[in-house]
């Protein structure tokens, strides 16, 4: 089992891991749209909070030698059913070619009061 550690992803706000690899398999801890560089939450617009949340998983899927072509599961949390066409465009920008399985779950409330958070599972390189 190997932890990924990366500044390129807002650091865990609870007694986590940013990603966990372990038998040839990532797994990565849902991301919301913090800025890693600010530490300020992106909000106000779910399309912009969308792509903090995808470039933060890029931050560790990079960190651990992956990319978005190797992720075969993830799951999307909206606090809002009526984001998730947005929510679901500015995600396919990442999914050009190969599109992970999905989940969408509504939730009642989020870490931070945000919108929108996402995890991933990706296959690791070797």
Same mark, same amino acid.
């Given at each position: 089992?190997?932890?990924?550690?990366?500044?390129?992803? +807002?650091?865990?706000?609870? $007694? %986590?891991?940013?990603?966990?690899?372990?038998?040839?398999?990532?797994?990565?801890?849902?991301?919301? +749209?913090?800025? +890693?560089?600010? @530490?300020?939450?992106?909000? @106000?617009?779910? @399309?912009?909070?969308?792509?903090?949340?995808?470039? /933060?998983?890029?931050?560790?899927? !990079?960190?651990?030698?992956?990319?978005?072509?190797?992720?075969?599961? !993830? !799951?999307? %949390?909206?606090?809002?059913?009526?984001?998730? $066409?947005?929510? /679901?465009?500015?995600?396919?920008?990442?999914? $050009?070619?190969?599109? +992970?399985?999905?989940?969408?779950?509504?939730?009642?409330?989020? $870490?931070?009061?945000?919108?929108?958070?996402?995890?991933?599972?990706?296959?690791?390189? /070797?």
């Amino acid at each position: 089992m190997k932890i990924i550690a990366t500044d390129q992803a +807002p650091a865990a706000i609870g $007694p %986590y891991s940013q990603a966990v690899q372990a038998g040839g398999m990532l797994f990565c801890s849902g991301q919301i +749209p913090l800025d +890693p560089a600010t @530490g300020e939450l992106v909000s @106000g617009d779910i @399309g912009l909070e969308t792509r903090r949340v995808m470039e /933060n998983l890029r931050g560790v899927l !990079t960190a651990a030698g992956c990319g978005f072509d190797q992720v075969v599961r !993830t !799951t999307i %949390y909206l606090v809002d059913m009526a984001d998730f $066409p947005v929510v /679901n465009e500015v995600y396919g920008d990442y999914f $050009p070619a190969a599109k +992970p399985a999905r989940a969408t779950v509504a939730v009642a409330a989020l $870490p931070k009061g945000v919108r929108v958070e996402i995890d991933a599972v990706a296959v690791a390189k /070797n």
